[in-house]
């Protein structure tokens, strides 16, 4: 496993995030005492020790495209933007794909930014990650370009097999943040962001056809916590900090055992790892922006703060953002 060590990616681009948002489903499933799923009973002790006491559970009106215009509208609102002045519009999403179209377009149709250039990303867990790099490129490239909204939406529910411990972890979500281009060279804002791919490792979670359900194999919490460590160390060293420099690290939750192998391999105190996951559990590619968006509506996550935020992901994919807020 090798991480890129090219020199920092962002800094000075000017790549801010302006606006977050989030939706979650109106169904919200009580995971606290015994819990009966899928026709399935899970003893009170199993269920507390997944360390997941809620989740939300989309309807089937709650589409991927349902929550992601309103993750996308609360974000644009956020930050005080127009629908229509929207550049670029990135969707991830993993759990719901289809042949064609591509969602995305929809999304953009239905905000109101039918001028934007709309597509779709995957990179399982890592698609937040994902997107916003891409959207980074675009806007650099693209002098003229100012504006991306970037939206991550999973409806994780649908991939956990009946009756399986994932009913009692994997939740529905849809977060979403304004990227936006201004003045070169201002301090903070996006720094730096790293994706790589460890092709070896690509069957350690699948999900494939008929079914679609999620089938770990028992490495993948070592390789998730590997793979984190390694995200870290690259985008730290690279911009010349330690783990210390961090205020928050806002990873993508994968379980309480990846959770703590991370906190011990950063030696991060506690009150720094900032996650939802007991409230809301695993929400796959959406897990990283709602929770950008609920801690900041709650004055949990500053301005001025520095964050780290790292993902792994089926491909085996892992990566990161280094952001100022």
Not at 75 to 81: M, S, T, V
């Amino acid at each position: 496993m090798r991480v890129r060590t090219e020199a920092r990616t962002w800094t000075g681009s000017g790549l801010r995030f302006s606006g977050f948002g989030h939706y979650y489903p109106r169904t919200v499933q009580d995971n606290t005492g015994g819990v009966t799923v899928g026709g399935r009973y899970h003893p009170a002790e199993v269920v507390a020790d997944l360390g997941v006491r809620s989740l939300h559970v989309a309807a089937e009106d709650e589409t991927v495209e349902y929550m992601s215009v309103r993750a996308a509208r609360a974000a644009l609102a956020g930050g005080g933007h127009a629908a229509q002045d929207t550049d670029l519009l990135i969707l991830a999403n993993w759990t719901d794909r289809q042949w064609i179209p591509e969602i995305a377009p929809a999304v953009a149709a239905r905000l109101g930014a039918e001028s934007a250039l709309a597509f779709d990303v995957c990179g399982a867990c890592t698609g937040f990650v994902h997107a916003v790099q891409t959207a980074a490129s675009f806007l650099t490239a693209h002098p003229g370009w100012r504006r991306a909204v970037v939206v991550a939406a999973d409806r994780f529910s649908h991939r956990a097999r009946p009756g399986s411990r994932g009913r009692l972890v994997f939740g529905d979500a849809a977060g979403a943040v304004v990227l936006e281009k201004g003045e070169r060279d201002r301090p903070g804002g996006l720094l730096d962001s790293v994706l790589d791919c460890d092709a070896a490792e690509a069957d350690t979670v699948a999900a494939r056809p008929p079914e679609g359900w999620l089938r770990p194999r028992p490495e993948l919490i070592e390789l998730a916590v590997r793979s984190s460590l390694r995200v870290a160390e690259a985008l730290l060293t690279r911009n010349d900090m330690k783990s210390g420099d961090i205020d928050r690290l806002v990873p993508h939750p994968g379980n309480n055992r990846i959770h703590q192998g991370v906190r011990d391999g950063l030696d991060l105190p506690a009150e720094k790892f900032l996650t939802n996951f007991a409230q809301r559990g695993n929400t796959g590619c959406a897990s990283i922006p709602i929770a950008l968006s609920e801690f900041s509506a709650a004055g949990a996550l500053r301005p001025g703060e520095l964050v780290l935020s790292t993902a792994v992901g089926s491909g085996w994919y892992y990566g990161g953002l280094l952001y100022r807020l």
